[in-house]
């Protein structure tokens, strides 16, 4: 399922549901999901045009007179532009709003690197307070959106145009163990778990599939990762965003860690994100080559496969 | 209110974003505002952000003097400690609506709240937006200029303190405010009589800009 759609569905299912909320709009999915929305809630549902300092402003004025803000745009400007805002306005005030971000890290790949984002979830998980959210599925946007958009607290949404085969019952702060292995341990966030499983056939690892950055299952990573055993987070944003929270679990344990995600450079190329990943090492091979490596960092030409 | 603020900063000689402010402030205090310090979030209350939060003695002292906050608080100004900082924080000071001091983010929150009172139905309730002259050179607030008018939005009103702090002067204001939609005044940033006038000026559908002018070399 789309999960753009998924959140364009819900959001406005909220709107009508719950008269505290209120939906702040920067002009980005209004035409496709929202005039109905604004057509018969002008008064809590507003496309401001294209200011996203603005939208996240206002939307942290309706927080401070007790709604519940969502605001929505593509991701570089949902995280990167109104950054201060959401720093300030929301983190450093305490007051809770949703920010969904359409586009992944290089969903808009033709459009080039001014809408890339990779960086999103790094810079959320550097505002204290801010929860970060990364649904693989359609229908885990929806259950992740009505599972925090009242907790005032804010939280900052990652949506992308991959998705996994199958969504999976998910709540914040929650991972699941899909796999039980000795030779490792894979946590794939979001969107990269049906690649991950396909990528880790035949070796003998545990998997963990988390939607949840920040609150992070320290518990479930936890009991499955064994001394010894290498920890290897599988990642749709910059490689090595999940450090932050997952080294936290790993501090008393003497185990290696590598993060396999987007490098941490600028793409000057176009096509689609499949296309993208591919060139960045992303795709199914690519995973399974790198996780290969790190799992057994001495084999001759760096693959146990 | 002077001796007040002196309380805070420990001499008569407060700089000029603070004092300039002070004769705006105490109006809509004093006369304007329908606060209650006994009840500083009661549902029905006036909202007033200082957007620039540079300067906050004029503000604190006059929050004190009206009973926000008692005035030995005023001691421990900037101090470890103490909750009345450089730039206010609307967690540790009741009356303060917005946490403000980087430049350009009250005039979007204003909208926001402005928004969300009409979305309440507190329709006899009003913000109340102040700016530094300076504070208008951030981008954002022109976003939120340009949208305001758009949104209908007459139960807001912004301030400018037009103490011609900017080093490129850029003003005038009223004509820059005007010609994006918002009804605009200049008077006499020290005239009591001239703010109040300004201030009761409520257009049903026009936000109001009032810019109070502090002529410059003066506080």
Redesign the interface.
Known sequence: MDMRAAFGRTAAGLVYEDPRVALVLAEISVSAYFEETIARHPERTVNIGIMEQTMVGVAAGFAMEGFYPIAHSLSPFMSERPYEQLKLDFGYQGLGGTFVGSGGSYDYAAEGATHHAAADATLMLAIPGMEVLVPGHGSEVEALLRATYANDRPTYMRTSMAVNAHGFEVAPGRSEVLRRGASGTLVAFGPMLSRTLEACEGLDVNVLYSTSLRPFDATALASVVDHGTPVITIEPFYEGTAAMVVTEVLAHLPVRFASVGVPRAFIHGYGTWSDLDADVGLDAASVRRRISDAIYPNARNGSAS | MRTLMARATGDEKHEESSTSTLDALWVLYDRILRVDPADPEAEDRDRFLLSKGHGPVAFYAILAAKGFFPEAWLDAFMEHGGRLGSHPD??LVPGV???TG?L??G??????????????GLLEQRVVVLCGDAELNEG?NW??V??APH?GLGNLTLIVIDNHSSTPSMASWTERLGSFGWRTQVVDGHDHEALEAAFIVRDERVPAAVVADIPEGEW
């Open positions: 609307r967690t609506e917005a946490s980087s350009g983010h005039l979007a929150m204003g909208v926001g709240v402005a928004l969300a009172l009409r979305a309440k954002s976003e939120a340009l949208l949104l």
